[in-house]
């Protein structure tokens, strides 16, 4: 019976080694050798948000410009619109 008390022992003592060997391994990986560390991510991020958004403001205005020139036009009445392919010929 002391036997399988060891053995119980035994195996628990493996199972906390293997959880180091993968905690140091994943620390290695993630850490040491990771050649995408999260503050040059941060950065890359942030710098792509900030394009992002500029080019959103400035297609903003330009839609507002679009609606604007629109709404002064007024409705046109559909049979006046010429397609580009008409205005060709």
Request: contains cysteine; charged residues 35%; proline residues 3%.
């Amino acid at each position: 019976m002391g036997w399988g008390r060891e053995l119980k022992k035994t195996g628990k003592l493996v199972h906390q080694t293997c959880l180091f060997h993968r905690r140091k391994l994943m620390n290695i990986a993630f850490n040491d050798l990771n050649p995408f560390p999260m503050k040059v991510l941060r950065n890359r991020r942030s710098m792509h948000r900030e394009e992002l958004e500029a080019e959103l403001c400035e297609l903003e205005q330009i839609k507002a410009a679009y609606v604007k020139e629109r709404a002064e036009q007024g409705p046109q009445d559909l049979k006046e619109v010429v397609s580009e392919e008409e205005e060709e010929i």
